[in-house]
């Protein structure tokens, strides 16, 4: 429903931007960095941080604020209370451990995808993920997955309205390559990323669909990227990721 302005905290609304601004690729941030990824001026941006700082939610070490352990509070109860990470994580155990790979899976919210759940069997990226972890949505599998299923118009919104920096050199930022990309992904059923998000890291990823058939997250592998041709890996792992989506769509509300 619509909140009128008056029942709006500012403060708090301000205090969840600067939250917001910290992200696995920008985990460390001045005062000025945090104004400018929140929209907020420097000195909202300080009187917020170092509100976080004295509740135990930040660290500052004079110059740059790290998010603490404490801010999973926020987030981890209310993972706790979604039924999605409760139900998908055994299965996801299992498909780890039969294909010897890292899986995730993840939902999408805005222009990002969301990790809820995650086996890791090896680490294929820099950085490590987790439940509550963010990528953007229009250059990993899983966010293409995603985006797919909003269809065409909702679709293009949602990447006009997200930041689409190159990662890599092969990062599509594009908006018709990226539709195009998207096309396929609907064609197919499944999506590949082919080093977009990191250098020598690849995924395949598939929707994930509930009882009603509607997509409610997406499933994906992780993979090192090697020297066989991506479409020889799709072949390989599609099966697996297509059985634990058959079993779980009879599963999901």
């Known amino acids: 429903m619509a909140v009128s302005e008056r029942d709006m905290m500012g403060g708090l609304a301000k205090g969840l931007k600067v939250i917001e601004a910290f992200s696995a690729e920008r985990p460390r941030l001045s005062i000025a960095e ?24 930040a660290a500052y070490d004079g110059k740059f604020f790290t998010v603490t352990p404490r801010v999973l509070r926020l987030g981890t ?11 998908v994580q055994p ?33 294929v990226m820099s950085i490590a993920l987790m439940p509550g972890s963010r990528l953007p949505a229009y250059c990993t599998s899983m966010g293409r997955v995603l985006l797919a299923a909003l269809g065409e118009d909702a679709a293009r919104t949602a990447l006009e309205a997200s930041q689409r920096p190159a990662r890599t050199e092969h990062t599509i930022t594009e908006i018709e390559a990226l539709m ?9 059923g499944y999506a590949t990323i082919d080093q977009e998000v990191e250098i020598g890291l690849r995924s395949i990823a598939v929707p994930l669909v509930n009882m ?28 697996a990721l297509k059985a634990v989506q058959a079993e779980l769509a009879g599963m999901l509300t």
């Open 91 to 123: 299965t996801l155990d299992r498909l780890s451990e039969e294909i010897g790979q890292s899986t995730s899976v993840s939902i999408l919210d805005a222009g990002q995808i969301v990790y809820v759940a995650r086996a890791a069997q090896q680490k």
């Open 180 to 188: 195009d990309a998207l096309a396929t992904v609907r064609r197919q």
């Open 77 to 87: 109860g209310c993972l706790a209370t979604m039924p999605l990470p409760r139900i």
């Open 34 to 57: 945090a104004a400018e990824i929140s929209g907020l001026d420097r000195a909202t941006a300080r009187r917020c941080l170092l509100t976080l700082a004295e509740l135990g939610y």
């Open 212 to 239: 009603r058939g509607r997509v409610v997250a997406a499933l994906n592998v992780g993979l090192a990227a090697r020297g066989e041709p991506m479409e020889a890996m799709a072949d390989r792992y599609l099966p």
